[in-house]
């Protein structure tokens, strides 16, 4: 099997100042925090010159190159990029070749006053030449906050100096997008006219992509302005806008040539502050007009250049938080690179598979090398590193295995027969080889050590007819054992790169293993201790065993056996402890049952997918909707429903309430729905209860009329449910009448006490008017004649038509006449 690995390429040895460079970024990790650090370092498209922003404590930029022909950095001396001026640097640049045989690269230095020095690096002069300093601003007193390049467009975000009578709100729109040609020629670089493609806008940072160029609120400024919840995307060559949104995509403006902001944005302002989408934590151009998004809900997406936003993978819940906000993201043909923190997540973004999860030991930044684009490349603090494909370290079989095996066999057989013996006398191997009583360890015995042999020669000899099928039915099991006996040989004599991929593989096979039988005490104390020693492997293995998957949609998906699901679901054993906490049973037993540890590891790994397992748990137990709507069953340990067995992973803290709300809502049970309706009223999620209202009351025409009870006493208690009333009222009970309405009502209205006066800026109490559509509507139905049963009840007005009478000879001359006839036929 094969395995994606990190490489090192360089540890800076081949680079200039090599030293210098490893010694800036122990001072800069142990001083600052690694985001200032890794977020000021940039890297030519060949990977051969590292170039360090130092903001602090004087502005200035630190360069470190890696000559082609190494002899040379050592018979030169060589000419290093040293600043003209001291100016604050906004970022560096590099412009793209004009002519594709020239290989040496153009440096442009963008400085905060608008100045730009272009340098570039000839190997033959030994180094870096300025070739000229341009103005890129037309006003002496603008400010470039941020810069990048597209095809042959300079892009820049220009901070405009405010008026004199400018308020605080003004003073925010005072930027603009300009633009300039650029091109590379032989005396120079020569720059076009400054255009303002946009102006009044908020700061913006530039990301060029392809032909289109992003642009992004700033992530450093936390700003109250609605308008920071879109971000637009110009094309330079047609000059036209579009503006979008993190939430779900949302095209708020497409194709404009508005140079205004202001006018840009005015068709949909109303709508702004209706939009809640997820903050942007990390983005990198794709290079082809998309771009890659890390948003605050942990979803990885990439925004098509056609408008739409595809969820690629879904990180750990709480992996942003807890790595802090260093992350780096790349593409690499079709493969995603992702750091969050000190780990390196490998995606397919095909399918949006995990391929690989490789831990650090230090943070990293990643970039994309023009030379190899295929494969993800990093810099970290050791040195220069790629991702390489490289085969999985196999287990060494070990000529002791037949003989280690073997006794294995008979240690187990022993214990065994010795749990099921009567007979005090301790049982041993030697008894077992010799007394000949019991002959299933010696028959299995004898087929491991046939199998291991013909294992080792490769020899392909032909067995009897009936050693052939056993071997053949056996084969699976015994090379299932071999392998994990060959892997905990192999861990012994393991390095320590490797031993992390054995441990991982050996937790999975011992997971598969103790899952693929029935679960005893014995065997159930072992899983019990796998999860807690190595509980990010079993989170691993978990995943792979039951092929677990999560789509766009947030739905799992699973690929496993239903006899895998039946020892997984089994019901809890009725030795088992259990304590209250919160209303709710909670395990005080060491050895939890298989359901119990999966819920355990999700939670932890990624909580969010525990109500979507339970459900997919539900789906494998094949539970109805008739068995679930049933009031009055009792419950003992052995049947406990899986939604209170999944509340007891939740701790008693109350922290993760709206993890036990979804748990409770997709139990589908009428108690569990109530107690998540109780939750949400107490935290005043006013619209999340009016949603769970109208989604259960069709279920059942008992729990409905529950739910609205339950709603009609809060309705009496205060106004916050008055913007859902109109709602509320259509989920009335059709049993319900005036007179139990107004009941509730009168039960549960507050003490009027508390009431200050008769002109209340905000009333509590509710009013004859809030409730006069409902009682019209209730009112009208009772007084509503019936039709139900009209048909049976009530008799027709007009009685039905008598038949057409005839004289009696008449009708009895025509009946003989019709005899006769039949007859003679």
Known sequence: MTMLALEQVTDFGDFTKGKDLKEFFKREYSNISTQNCLSEVRLSPDGRHIHVIVRQPKSGLMTYDKYQRAHLMQCQKHVDLVLTRNVPIVDVIYIPLSKPDDTAPVLGVIFENGKVEFWKFLESRSGWHLLQTVDLCNSPRAKVVSVSVCQNFIIWCEERPPSENSSSVCSSFRFCICKKTVEVNEGGVSLGNVKIALHNNPRYTTISSGDLVYLLPDMRENSSLDVSKVFLVWSPEHDTFKVHSACSCTLMKSSSKESDFKRLVTDFIGLLPTLNPPKICGFSPTGCGDLLLLLSTGWVCIMKRDGCLRNIYKLPDNCLSASGTQNSLNMYSEVLALTIGRTLFLIDTKCGLELERISL??????????????????????????????QKPSPTYSEDSSALLVEAVFEEACKYYQQRSLSSTQLTVEKLKKGGMFQAPI???????????????????????GQERLMSSLESELRSLVLLENIKTSMVKASEKDLANYCETLVQQEICRLLGGELEKENLRYLNSIFQLFPTHSWHAVQAVLHLRCNGEGS????????????????????ANFAHCNGQQKHTTVNLPVFELLCHSIFKFQPSWLPRFLELAQQQMGTTS??????GVKESSE??????????????????????????????????????????????QWERVTQVAERFCQKSPLLNKEIF???????SQHRDLDPYLDLLWTLCPEDMTVTSILNIVLKNL???????GPFEAHGSQVTIGLLKPLLRKVLQRETKPSHRYADILQSPTVPPLTPPRQPKGLSRDAEHKEAKQRTSS
Not at 556 to 575: D, F, G, N
Not at 626 to 631: D, L
Request: net charge neutral; charged share 20%; with cysteine.
């Open 750 to 756: 507050p003490d009027s006490t508390q009431n200050s």
């Open 709 to 715: 009870s339950a709603l009609l006493c809060e309705v």
């Open 443 to 465: 028959s299995l015995a004898a087929i491991l050590r046939d199998y291991l042999s013909n294992q080792k020669t490769k020899t392909g000899e032909k067995h009897s007819s």
């Open 626 to 631: 008739t068995s679930s709507w049933s009031y």
């Open 361 to 390: 030991k230090t943070e990293g930044l990643l970039f994309v090398n023009s030379l190899d684009s295929h494969s993800p490349q990093m810099l970290s603090e050791t040195g220069l590193f790629v991702v390489t494909q490289t």
């Open 639 to 684: 049947s406990l429903p899986l939604y209170k067995r999944a509340l007891t992973v939740l701790p008693c803290k109350g922290s993760n309430q709206h993890l036990e709300v979804e748990l409770l809502l997709c139990s589908e049970r009428p108690k569990a729905i109530m107690q998540a309706l109780r939750i949400l009223i107490e935290q005043s």
């Open 556 to 575: 799992l998906s699973s690929k496993a056996p239903a006899e895998l699901w039946k020892i997984i679901l089994s019901p809890v054993q009725p030795t």
